[in-house]
């Protein structure tokens, strides 16, 4: 029998700092960091939480990854007149109790697809572990959901009662299960940023973000109902939502002629939405091509193998090769990922990283795209049981030099 966990009480301070939590898949670090620029257009410091560390408005607080961490920004957050937080919440720390340590006043749902099931088991364990954050929350909190994402009519039905609902939604997403609030309709991309059309409870409006790709346009609404939802003036979102820029390894941009984009891409949905957006600004250069290079963890969740490779098929060129293989044979992990390949016309196989990026970028023309998927932010590759130095970007601003 498992022992049961214990979930330590909030400190008695938690209820002065009104916090956002984020939740889901794919998006989650944009959407906290966005939230967080427009909090702190209310005055005063904003902690924020996301893979990327522990941040005092943007200065990184160096503290450990854990809960204790946690309390800790939040405790000196505090102690400098914080009273606003973002924090992004992954299902394992749902699941080990974090809902009931720290308690969320709005609560945001980006989305739910194939992820973490060496973690969890299955997608049902996957997604009850998400619904902590909102089985949690307390009447007169709010509740953000993503219309189009089947999860949510589920999460909608353990939400307490009292509680508001907002939805929000991109059709691109297929068909919403929910009626929708705020809705995306047109989305115009450049190599600059986004611009997104947007019906708001009826109203007509728009939105700009720096960071490029239609799911932004997705992450944008979040964030906006998030922030709107915790007291910021609309107005004061949209002009955050505007300035921020997007997270490093977020689409980012280290290259112009060929460009050449980091993302964190590592699962079959964020993939396949990374390559749409590269495609669709390909498209804007005739001729240009389409180049990923990609792989994916070792020792983790090895279903979603074959439909990565699967959603990977639309780029030009595929170059498979390792990302953090851990104590696993990187051929093997290939070989599983090009079973979703099967028939592409050009598949190259370079199992060393910085061979692969190196071959992919140098053989680019002027307005390729080549997309580096998978590590993203991360600083260290994870291979024999060492963490070796490793930066996708420094690694192609190298070989283009």
């Avoid at 939740?23 to 670090?29: A, D, E, V």
């Avoid at 130095?389 to 070989?399: I, K, L, S």
């Amino acid at each position: 029998m498992s022992r049961p966990i214990v979930v330590p009480a909030p400190p008695a301070w938690a209820d002065d700092v009104l916090t956002v939590g984020v939740t889901g898949t794919n998006g989650k670090s944009t959407t906290t960091t966005w939230i967080a620029a427009a909090l702190r257009s209310l005055g005063g410091p904003v902690v924020r939480a996301t893979t990327l560390g522990f941040f005092l408005d943007d200065d990184e607080l160096g503290l450990e990854k854990s809960y204790d961490g946690f309390v800790e920004a939040m405790r000196r957050g505090h102690a400098k007149g914080a009273r606003h937080a973002a924090i992004e919440l992954t299902s394992e720390a749902l699941a080990r109790g974090f809902a009931k340590a720290w308690p969320c006043r709005v609560a945001v749902f980006t989305n739910l697809t194939h992820d973490h099931l060496d973690a969890h088991g299955s997608p049902e364990h996957y997604l009850a572990s998400k619904a902590q954050l909102f089985v949690g929350l307390s009447p007169g909190d709010t509740a953000i959901l993503n219309a189009h994402d089947e999860a949510s009519a589920l999460l909608a039905e353990v939400i307490p009662e009292g509680v508001r609902k907002i939805t929000y939604g991109v059709p691109t997403r297929g068909e919403p299960c929910l009626p929708v609030d705020v809705s995306a309709g047109e989305v115009t991309l450049d190599w600059d940023g986004t611009t997104v059309s947007v019906t708001a409870f009826g109203e007509a409006c728009s939105l700009r973000v720096r960071a490029i790709g239609a799911i932004n346009a997705e992450n944008a609404l979040a964030a906006w109902l998030g922030a709107e939802s915790a007291g910021v003036p609309r107005a004061q979102v949209l002009e955050a939502l505007a300035s921020v820029p997007a997270p490093p390894g977020r689409f980012e941009i280290v290259h112009r002629e060929p460009f050449v984009v980091v993302d964190y891409a590592h699962t079959p949905d964020a993939l396949a939405r990374t390559l749409a957006t590269a495609r669709t600004l390909a498209d804007l250069r005739p001729g240009a091509r389409v180049t990923v290079v990609f792989g994916a963890g070792g020792k983790r969740d090895v279903q979603k193998r074959e439909p990565m490779g699967r959603a990977a098929s639309v780029a030009d060129t595929v170059v498979l090769t390792s990302d953090n293989p851990r104590d696993e044979d990187p051929a093997d992990i290939a070989r599983e990922i090009a079973r979703g390949l099967e028939g592409h016309p050009r598949v190259e196989t370079r199992l060393d990283r910085r061979d692969a990026i190196t071959w992919a970028v140098r053989g680019a023309s002027r307005d390729d795209v080549v997309v580096l998927a998978g590590m993203g932010h991360e600083r260290e590759q994870e291979r024999g049981g060492l963490r070796v130095p490793f930066v996708d970007a420094d690694v192609a601003r190298e070989a283009l030099r």
